[in-house]
């Protein structure tokens, strides 16, 4: 018979010296107004959701609706995307996808690699402790969140 130790993390390759974190929140409300995120071609108009004092830097986040009419699609951050590193301007930026109704956008997501709420805040991004990434349902809905460093 198995014991504990033979379902440790760290006989798959995932433990040892760099674990991986994982933080979740939820349920929470979107933001009440739009705000308008980049994308490779244009601007499109989402509402969002804003998670603050983070303990680490993820680099994966699912969003999901769990309450609300549509046909809301998880939403999915991987800083594998495009690998651009984190800069204090944040210039870098990875993709993140959102979308509804049959539709996804890809969802330019500015890596900054400081802490905090960066001064310029008018696109989706990742700081070493914090995240604001765009949603598609507004209203009385609410979501939950997971956020990894893998």
Same mark, same amino acid.
């Not at 651009?84 to 870098?92: I, K, L």
């Not at 900054?112 to 809905?141: E, K, M, Q, R, W």
């Given at each position: 018979?198995?014991?504990?130790?033979?379902?440790?993390?760290?006989?798959?390759?995932?433990?040892?010296?760099?674990? %991986?974190?994982?933080?979740?929140? +939820?349920?929470?409300?979107?933001?009440? *107004?739009?705000? $308008? /995120?980049?994308?490779? !071609?244009?601007?499109?108009?989402?509402?969002?959701?804003?998670?603050?004092?983070?303990?680490?830097?993820?680099?994966?986040? %699912?969003?999901?609706?769990?309450? +609300?009419?549509?046909?809301?699609?998880? *939403?999915?951050? $991987? /800083?594998?995307?495009? !690998?651009?590193?984190?800069?204090?301007?944040?210039?870098?930026?990875?993709?993140?996808?959102?979308?509804?109704?049959?539709?996804?956008?890809?969802?330019?997501?500015?890596?900054?690699?400081?802490?905090?709420?960066?001064?310029?805040?008018?696109?989706?991004?990742?700081?070493?402790?914090?995240?604001?990434?765009?949603?598609?349902?507004?209203?009385?809905?609410?979501?939950?969140?997971?956020?990894?460093?893998?």
């Amino acid at each position: 018979m198995p014991t504990l130790d033979n379902f440790s993390l760290g006989n798959y390759g995932l433990g040892g010296s760099s674990p %991986i974190k994982f933080a979740s929140g +939820g349920p929470i409300a979107p933001s009440a *107004s739009n705000r $308008n /995120f980049a994308m490779d !071609s244009g601007n499109v108009g989402l509402v969002f959701l804003q998670v603050t004092d983070l303990p680490f830097r993820p680099n994966r986040i %699912i969003i999901r609706l769990i309450n +609300g009419a549509g046909s809301n699609v998880n *939403s999915i951050y $991987n /800083f594998l995307s495009r !690998s651009a590193a984190p800069t204090q301007e944040g210039t870098g930026y990875n993709f993140y996808t959102t979308g509804s109704g049959g539709s996804s956008w890809p969802i330019r997501v500015y890596e900054y690699s400081t802490g905090g709420i960066p001064s310029i805040t008018s696109n989706a991004y990742i700081t070493a402790d914090s995240f604001l990434l765009p949603v598609t349902a507004g209203g009385a809905v609410q979501y939950v969140w997971e956020a990894f460093l893998i």
